[in-house]
C-alpha cells in the first residue's frame, strides 16, 4: 500500500523503527528543550536532533530539498527543529553519501596547566596556608598556570 503523501512516508518511517512521534505524542508536550528525548526507537531513546537526522536522510533519498526539509520539520517540531542552516548541513552531507546520524568524534586539546605538578604546587601552598585567595596562589605560581586553571585545580582536584 502506497502512503497518501511525503507526510505519511515520514510517519510509515518512524512506526517502522518502532518509534512514538508526532504533534500529538504525549512526550511532545512535556519537551521543554531540543535536547530532551523526542522518541525510542525499539528500546533505545533517541536525541530529538538524531530523531531529526533520520528524517533528513530518508527525505534525502527520496530527493527532496533541503528547504522542504526544514519546512516539514518545523510543521512536526515546532521550535525543537534544527535551524535551517543545520538542515542544509546535514542533507549536503547525506547527499554525498554519509551514512550514520550520529556525530563522529573528535580529539580535543589536552589541558596542559591542570598537570600533576600544578595540582601538587596548588595543594602544597594551600597546606601552607589555608587563608590563600585564588589570586595569591595565582601570584604565587606566577606564569606556570592560570587563574581559571587554579580556580578549577581548587574545585575539581582537590574538591576544596
Not at 500500500?1 to 505519511?8: F, G, K, L, W
Not at 510517519?11 to 512521534?21: A, F, I, K, P, S
Not at 536525541?47 to 519546512?71: D, H, K, M, S
Amino acid at each position: 500500500m502506497q502512503p497518501a503523501n511525503e507526510h505519511d512516508c515520514v510517519t510509515d518511517l518512524v512506526r517502522w523503527c518502532g518509534g512514538e512521534w508526532g504533534p500529538f505524542s504525549p512526550r511532545r508536550q512535556t519537551l521543554p528543550s531540543s535536547q530532551l528525548v523526542e522518541f525510542k526507537m525499539g528500546e533505545r531513546e533517541v536525541p530529538i536532533t538524531v530523531a531529526q537526522r533520520v528524517v533528513i536522510r530518508f527525505l534525502t533519498n527520496e530527493n527532496v530539498g533541503p528547504n522542504e526539509i526544514w519546512c516539514r520539520l518545523r510543521a512536526q517540531y515546532g521550535e525543537s527543529t534544527l535551524s535551517k542552516t543545520q538542515v542544509k548541513f546535514w542533507h549536503k552531507e547525506f547527499r554525498g553519501g554519509r551514512e550514520a546520524v550520529q556525530n563522529t568524534g573528535h580529539q580535543r586539546r589536552s589541558r596542559t596547566s591542570i598537570s600533576p605538578e600544578n595540582i601538587a604546587a596548588v595543594r602544597d601552598l594551600i597546606e601552607g596556608n589555608r587563608r590563600l585567595t585564588v589570586v595569591e596562589i595565582f601570584q604565587e605560581l606566577g606564569t606556570r598556570i592560570s587563574y581559571g586553571s587554579v580556580q578549577s585545580i581548587i574545585k575539581n582536584e582537590l574538591l576544596l
